[in-house]
T-cell receptor, first 113, second 108 residues
Framework: NAGVTQTPKFQVLKTGQSMTLQCAQD?????MSWYRQDPGMGLRLIHY???????DQGEVPNGYNVSRSTTEDFPLRLLSAAPSQTSVYFCASSRYAHLYGYTFGSGTRLTVV | KNEVEQSPQNLTAQEGEFITINCSYSVGISALHWLQQHPGGGIVSLFMLSSGKKKHGRLIATINIQEKHSSLHITASHPRDSAVYIC??????????FGTGTRLQVFP
């Protein structure tokens, strides 16, 4: 099992560009989520999904879109990148989280110039 | 709204020392994660616990649900333990609330 795979690991964007951060898991986890990590702050929830076809907003959803067409994939789209979106992004997944906890991806470091 | 507080924020130690990192929280939880993040690295789950104590190698995690407090202990610390340790609360909704982390540096 590969676990949670995030691509790319690093990305530099110009202000106004759009891009998609990919997240895939091969553990048949129902719950998938995206977080951003900024200095001095805890990870904050951007969007999450409890299953294919179902998504919902987290704490900081503005400027991001998600979709969940399959159980395995949960891409995060930046519609028009802004410098405030410079951050490290983590994808995570879980199934019966209260029993088995979460599995995290290795992160994507995004810089918007 | 600081539902979860970690202390200390930064910690330095000499190799071999016993380390304690604390996590206090103010909401009802389903469980609590202790996570490890090496510089520039991904996040790894060390423990998930909802009661009592768990041990894995030199790492020990305890939780007191009544007092809403958890601790992570590292015995015989080693430079490779240098990392950020994050406490994360698992809510009944399966959402996570993260602490801001404790940066640990262990010197030889």
């Amino acid at each position: 099992n590969a676990g949670v795979t995030q691509t790319p690991k690093f990305q530099v964007l110009k202000t106004g560009q759009s891009m998609t951060l990919q997240c895939a898991q091969d553990m048949n986890h129902e719950y998938m989520s995206w977080y951003r990590q900024d200095p001095g702050m805890g990870l904050r929830l951007i969007h999450y999904s409890v299953g294919a076809g179902i998504t919902d907003q987290g704490e900081v959803p503005n400027g991001y879109n998600v979709s969940r067409s399959t159980t395995e994939d949960f891409p995060l789209r930046l519609l028009s990148a802004a410098p405030s979106q410079t951050s490290v992004y983590f994808c995570a997944s879980s199934r019966y989280a209260h029993l088995y906890g979460y599995t995290f991806g290795s992160g994507t470091r995004l810089t918007v110039v | 709204k600081n539902e979860v507080e970690q202390s200390p924020q930064n910690l330095t130690a000499q190799e071999g020392e016993f380390i304690t990192i604390n996590c206090s929280y103010s909401v009802g939880i389903s469980a609590l994660h202790w996570l490890q993040q090496h510089p520039g690295g991904g996040i790894v789950s060390l423990f998930m616990l909802s009661s009592g104590k768990k041990k894995h190698g030199r790492l020990i995690a305890t939780i007191n649900i009544q007092e809403k407090h958890s601790s992570l202990h590292i015995t015989a610390s080693h430079p490779r333990d240098s990392a950020v340790y994050i406490c994360a609360l698992l809510l009944d909704t399966d959402k996570l609330i993260f602490g801001t982390g404790t940066r640990l540096q262990v010197f030889p």
